[in-house]
């Protein structure tokens, strides 16, 4: 899928997050993220970009800084510059182009139940987006893959939906996910795979 502009909106009237991505190629994919599932998938796509996405994978250590044993506080710090690049570098004024010639998912967005998160070195992560419904005869969804950049400016773009959500996202008084919401990460041959319990 190569992307040309991804929108994320909080839509009061649904209470909900539409995520809409259109291509190159005129096709657009629209998906609605709730609340359980946002809960679940903020903190875990802001810990994968810290532990995948703060130290370059050709970084070269000059023999005083240990990059194997960095701690998470500095890798936070570095990934923060990163995401600040990113940020700065990104287009955030050009108006989102909903005139999709084709929806290969169908006209109705999909209703996010399952997020896998695949990073890949330091570089790009995968997302595969599930849709799997008892009361639909079929499940539905689709992968994208983000360069570092993007998925950069996909959070910022979420963490601002949130806002207007205000679901109050880090509180003590956000509930846990129930287990109706599934969010996992998939990791690269050799990486630690965390486990996240809904």
Request: proline letters at 6%; charged letters at 20%.
């Amino acid at each position: 899928m190569d992307i040309r502009q991804i929108s994320v909106r909080y839509h009061q009237e649904h209470d909900r997050i539409l995520v809409n991505i259109n291509t190159s190629a005129g096709e657009e994919v629209q998906m609605w993220l709730t609340r359980r599932m946002s809960l679940g998938l903020w903190p875990l796509i802001n810990r994968v970009v810290v532990d995948h996405f703060a130290i370059p994978a050709d970084a070269k250590t000059d023999g005083f800084v240990n990059l194997a044993a960095m701690d998470t506080q500095t890798k936070a710090v570095l990934a923060d510059f990163k995401r600040q690049q990113a940020v700065q570098n990104a287009d955030f004024e050009t108006p989102y182009r909903a005139e999709a010639a084709h929806r290969p998912l169908g006209e109705q967005p999909l209703l996010i139940t399952e997020v896998n998160l695949t990073p890949w070195g330091s570089a790009k992560m995968q997302f595969h987006f599930k849709e799997l419904l008892e009361s639909a005869s079929s499940a539905r969804g689709f992968q994208m893959d983000l360069p570092c950049e993007l998925v950069f400016a996909f959070i910022q773009l979420l963490g601002h939906a949130l806002e207007q959500a205000q679901w109050q996202i880090g509180s003590s008084n956000t509930p846990a996910p129930s287990n109706e919401v599934v969010v996992d990460i998939d990791f690269a041959p050799d990486a630690t795979r965390p486990t996240y319990l809904n």
